[in-house]
């Protein structure tokens, strides 16, 4: 399969198509100047315009440190700067946590988290409570990070989880196709995944606790090796993410399904400081709701293969992604 794959020759069509959906249903009206007067969702509705009242607004932009994050934080740090906004970004934070240190300390202005992360990690929310509804997560995510003095964003569209993954030919031997089949085969498996997927209630700690597995052992590993470390059979299970790239252009991995639902999945929010977003002004929050209209799951898929299987940079597949939606020129 070319590196191009499936959907990259459908990218502009596809979030065009999402983009005149969301603006039908939404109105949009008062996003930007029109002279068009009668529909209001020509280009110039899309096309972020500079405000000079932003001039002088200095904004860091943060975000986690693996290939989705880092796109995200392009895109919200480059359409801001659009807007008007002074922006820098701390794009390698690392974990959930110290991304919520980062923000509570003033060294960033925001970052995007994930509804399920946030209300399992930081608020220790039972996976299984975790609400199926997405904006049902979204509104607990948002009441909860106010108590913090922080405000959360409208989410994007796509969501995204946490998986078990393996290559096939392995799930083949071991006859799983969901993580209770794995029951009684782990004590000779190793699992890969971030450092700080053993405390983590999505990942090794739910695991164990819920489904009662006991793996040979755990190896921690950066995120970006995730599927490395199966490919040269340095762990025979993997912590992936639903959105994955590699899991739709090729046939040599699988993911188990999580039949526990000790995973769950969650769409993306914007985490802000309260005082932070009050003084940037309206076109803070509105800029960042208004670029996520497009991110349905094939979208968030085909940036992110843009990067990991492509090799592009983060920063310029967040400009593709924000030129080919008509948000910049």
Same mark, same amino acid.
């Given at each position: 399969?070319?590196?191009?794959?499936?959907?990259?020759?459908?990218?502009?069509?596809?979030?065009?198509?999402?983009?005149?959906?969301?603006?039908?249903?939404?109105?949009?009206?008062?996003?930007?100047?029109?002279?068009?007067?009668?529909?209001?969702?020509?280009?110039?509705?899309?096309?972020? *315009?500079?405000?000079?009242?932003?001039?002088?607004?200095?904004?860091?932009?943060?975000?986690?440190?693996?290939?989705?994050?880092?796109?995200?934080?392009?895109?919200?740090?480059?359409?801001?700067?659009?807007?008007?906004?002074?922006?820098?970004?701390?794009?390698?934070?690392?974990?959930?946590?110290? !991304?919520?240190?980062? &923000?509570?300390?003033?060294?960033?202005?925001?970052?995007?988290?994930?509804?399920? +992360?946030?209300?399992?990690?930081?608020?220790?929310?039972?996976?299984?409570?975790?609400?199926?509804?997405? *904006?049902? !997560?979204?509104?607990?995510?948002?009441?909860?990070?106010?108590?913090?003095?922080?405000?959360?964003?409208?989410?994007?569209?796509? !969501?995204? !989880?946490?998986?078990?993954?393996?290559?096939?030919?392995?799930?083949?031997?071991?006859?799983? +196709?969901?993580?209770?089949?794995?029951?009684?085969?782990?004590?000779?498996?190793?699992?890969?995944?971030?450092?700080?997927?053993?405390?983590?209630?999505?990942?090794?700690?739910?695991?164990?606790?819920?489904? %009662?597995?006991?793996?040979?052992?755990?190896?921690?590993?950066?995120?970006?090796?995730?599927?490395?470390?199966?490919?040269?059979?340095?762990?025979?299970?993997?912590?992936?993410?639903?959105?994955?790239?590699?899991?739709?252009?090729?046939?040599?991995?699988?993911? &188990?399904?999580?039949?526990?639902?000790?995973?769950?999945?969650?769409?993306?929010?914007?985490?802000?400081? *309260?005082?932070?977003?009050?003084?940037?002004?309206?076109?803070?929050?509105?800029?960042?709701?208004?670029?996520?209209? %497009?991110?349905?799951?094939?979208?968030?898929?085909?940036?992110?293969?843009?990067?990991?299987?492509?090799?592009?940079?983060?920063?310029?597949?967040?400009? *593709?992604?924000?030129?080919?939606?008509?948000?910049?020129?």
């Amino acid at each position: 399969m070319s590196t191009n794959f499936r959907l990259r020759g459908a990218f502009a069509l596809l979030v065009a198509l999402v983009l005149a959906f969301a603006l039908a249903a939404c109105g949009d009206d008062d996003s930007t100047s029109s002279d068009s007067g009668d529909t209001g969702d020509d280009s110039s509705s899309t096309l972020i *315009q500079e405000n000079p009242d932003n001039n002088g607004v200095s904004l860091t932009i943060g975000s986690k440190n693996f290939t989705e994050q880092f796109i995200l934080g392009e895109i919200y740090a480059q359409a801001l700067e659009a807007a008007g906004y002074d922006v820098s970004t701390d794009l390698n934070l690392g974990s959930e946590q110290v !991304a919520l240190k980062a &923000l509570e300390s003033g060294d960033i202005s925001g970052y995007p988290e994930y509804t399920s +992360t946030a209300l399992t990690s930081f608020f220790k929310l039972a996976p299984e409570d975790v609400p199926g509804d997405a *904006q049902e !997560a979204v509104d607990q995510t948002q009441d909860q990070f106010a108590d913090l003095g922080l405000t959360a964003f409208q989410p994007t569209p796509f !969501a995204d !989880a946490n998986a078990v993954g393996l290559l096939q030919e392995t799930a083949d031997e071991l006859g799983a +196709t969901t993580i209770s089949d794995l029951e009684g085969q782990t004590e000779d498996l190793t699992l890969a995944g971030s450092p700080e997927c053993e405390q983590r209630i999505d990942c090794l700690a739910g695991l164990e606790q819920y489904y %009662g597995l006991k793996f040979g052992d755990f190896t921690p590993v950066d995120i970006g090796l995730r599927y490395e470390v199966l490919d040269k059979g340095d762990a025979d299970l993997s912590i992936l993410f639903t959105s994955d790239a590699q899991l739709f252009v090729s046939d040599d991995y699988t993911i &188990l399904e999580d039949d526990k639902g000790v995973l769950p999945a969650g769409n993306v929010i914007f985490v802000s400081d *309260q005082q932070v977003a009050e003084e940037a002004g309206p076109d803070y929050q509105a800029t960042i709701e208004k670029v996520q209209e %497009g991110l349905t799951l094939e979208v968030m898929q085909e940036l992110n293969a843009r990067v990991d299987i492509d090799k592009e940079k983060p920063e310029e597949v967040a400009t *593709q992604y924000l030129q080919e939606s008509g948000y910049i020129e």
